[in-house]
C-alpha cells in the first residue's frame, strides 16, 4: 500500500463498514498479519534483488567501456543467451509450472549456502577488491588481468537471477547457465594465472606492500582456479546437472499420465451409440 493511500481519510461510508464489520475482522487479524509480514518479506528480497541486479548492470557496463575485456567474452554472454533461448523453444520447453518451489533444482542446506558464500567472496568480492586496488596504485596489469573474470562472473550472475524468476525455462536449461559460463571463466582465470604468475616479476628492492599486493594477486588467481574447477567437476556436471534433467523428465512424465488418466476418464464418461439409440 503506497503512501498516498495511507494519507487519504476514510469517508463514512467505510467507516459505518468498519464499525459494523469490527468484531468479524477481530478474528483474522492474525491471519492478516501473518499474510502482510509474509509479503512484505518477499517484496524486501525482491528489492534488494533488483538492487543486485542492477549494481551488476553497472559492473558490466562499466567493464565493457574499460575495453579491459576481449572482444570474444564480449560476444560469449550475447551467443550464451540466444543459444539459451533456443534450447528453451526447441529442445526443453518448460512445463508451465510456475511455482517457485517447482524451479527450485537443488533445496539449499545451511553447507550449501556456506559452499556459494565461499564462492562469492572468492570470485567477486575479492576479485573486485583487487581490481579497484589496481586502479588506486596504478597497476594496469592487474586490472586488466582480473576484467575478464569479474565481466563473464557478473554476467552469469545477472542471467542466473533473470531465468530463475521466469517461467519459460526449464531445469536443464536453468542448469546449464552455470555450466556454460564457468567453462569459459576456468580459461579466464587460466589466463589470469599466466598473467600473475609468469609475465609478472617483483624488482629486487620491492617493499613490503608491493610484495604482499604481489602474491595477493597470485593467491587470488590461484584460489579462483581451485574453487571454480571443483564446482564444475565436482558439483555441477556430476550433481547439478542430472538433478535438472532428474527434476524435468519427471515432471514431464506426470504430466503426460495426467493427460492419459484424462483421457481415459474422457472415453469412460461418454455414451455409447446403444445408449443414444436408447434414447
Given at each position: 500500500?503506497?503512501?498516498?493511500?495511507?494519507?487519504?481519510?476514510?469517508?463514512?461510508?467505510?467507516?459505518?463498514?468498519?464499525?459494523?464489520?469490527?468484531?468479524?475482522?477481530?478474528?483474522?487479524?492474525?491471519?492478516?498479519?501473518?499474510?502482510?509480514?509474509?509479503?512484505?518479506?518477499?517484496?524486501?528480497?525482491?528489492?534488494?534483488?533488483?538492487?543486485?541486479?542492477?549494481?551488476?548492470?553497472?559492473?558490466?557496463?562499466?567493464?565493457?567501456?574499460?575495453?579491459?575485456?576481449?572482444l570474444i567474452d564480449l560476444i560469449f554472454p550475447a551467443?550464451?543467451?540466444?543459444?539459451?533461448?533456443?534450447?528453451?523453444?526447441?529442445?526443453?520447453?518448460?512445463?508451465?509450472?510456475?511455482?517457485?518451489?517447482?524451479?527450485?533444482?537443488?533445496?539449499?542446506?545451511?553447507?550449501?549456502?556456506?559452499?556459494?558464500?565461499?564462492?562469492?567472496?572468492?570470485?567477486?568480492?575479492?576479485?573486485?577488491?583487487?581490481?579497484?586496488?589496481?586502479?588506486?596504485?596504478?597497476?594496469?596489469?592487474?586490472?586488466?588481468s582480473a576484467t575478464p573474470h569479474l565481466f563473464l562472473?557478473?554476467?552469469?550472475?545477472?542471467?542466473?537471477?533473470?531465468?530463475?524468476?521466469?517461467?519459460?525455462?526449464?531445469?536443464?536449461?536453468?542448469?546449464?547457465?552455470?555450466?556454460?559460463?564457468?567453462?569459459?571463466?576456468?580459461?579466464?582465470?587460466?589466463?589470469?594465472?599466466?598473467?600473475?604468475?609468469?609475465?609478472?616479476?617483483?624488482?629486487?628492492?620491492?617493499?613490503?606492500?608491493?610484495?604482499?599486493?604481489?602474491?595477493?594477486?597470485?593467491?587470488?588467481?590461484?584460489?579462483?582456479?581451485?574453487?571454480?574447477?571443483?564446482?564444475?567437476?565436482?558439483?555441477?556436471?556430476?550433481?547439478?546437472?542430472?538433478?535438472?534433467?532428474?527434476?524435468?523428465?519427471?515432471?514431464?512424465?506426470?504430466?503426460?499420465?495426467?493427460?492419459?488418466?484424462?483421457k481415459r476418464s474422457a472415453a469412460a464418461n461418454k455414451?455409447?451409440?446403444?445408449?443414444?439409440?436408447?434414447?
Amino acid at each position: 500500500m503506497s503512501g498516498a493511500t495511507l494519507a487519504v481519510a476514510p469517508d463514512t461510508d467505510q467507516l459505518s463498514e468498519t464499525t459494523t464489520s469490527a468484531a468479524t475482522n477481530a478474528q483474522e487479524k492474525p491471519l492478516n498479519r501473518q499474510q502482510q509480514q509474509k509479503t512484505e518479506t518477499g517484496r524486501s528480497a525482491m528489492g534488494s534483488l533488483r538492487v543486485i541486479e542492477l549494481q551488476l548492470v553497472a559492473f558490466i557496463m562499466v567493464f565493457s567501456a574499460s575495453g579491459l575485456v576481449p572482444l570474444i567474452d564480449l560476444i560469449f554472454p550475447a551467443f550464451i543467451s540466444a543459444y539459451l533461448l533456443a534450447l528453451a523453444r526447441f529442445a526443453f520447453p518448460s512445463h508451465g509450472n510456475s511455482s517457485p518451489s517447482s524451479r527450485e533444482i537443488v533445496q539449499g542446506s545451511a553447507l550449501f549456502r556456506f559452499y556459494i558464500i565461499i564462492g562469492t567472496t572468492v570470485g567477486l568480492f575479492l576479485p573486485l577488491a583487487y581490481v579497484l586496488g589496481g586502479f588506486a596504485r596504478g597497476d594496469n596489469h592487474a586490472v586488466r588481468s582480473a576484467t575478464p573474470h569479474l565481466f563473464l562472473l557478473s554476467f552469469q550472475i545477472l542471467s542466473e537471477n533473470i531465468i530463475s524468476g521466469l517461467s519459460l525455462f526449464s531445469p536443464p536449461v536453468r542448469a546449464l547457465v552455470p555450466l556454460l559460463y564457468t567453462i569459459r571463466r576456468i580459461f579466464v582465470v587460466i589466463d589470469w594465472m599466466d598473467d600473475v604468475w609468469l609475465n609478472k616479476s617483483l624488482p629486487a628492492n620491492a617493499e613490503l606492500k608491493d610484495v604482499a599486493w604481489f602474491w595477493f594477486g597470485r593467491s587470488l588467481s590461484a584460489a579462483n582456479l581451485l574453487y571454480f574447477s571443483i564446482n564444475f567437476f565436482v558439483f555441477l556436471i556430476p550433481q547439478f546437472l542430472p538433478r535438472a534433467f532428474e527434476k524435468y523428465f519427471t515432471e514431464r512424465e506426470e504430466i503426460e499420465s495426467k493427460m492419459a488418466e484424462d483421457k481415459r476418464s474422457a472415453a469412460a464418461n461418454k455414451p455409447s451409440p446403444a445408449d443414444k439409440k436408447a434414447d
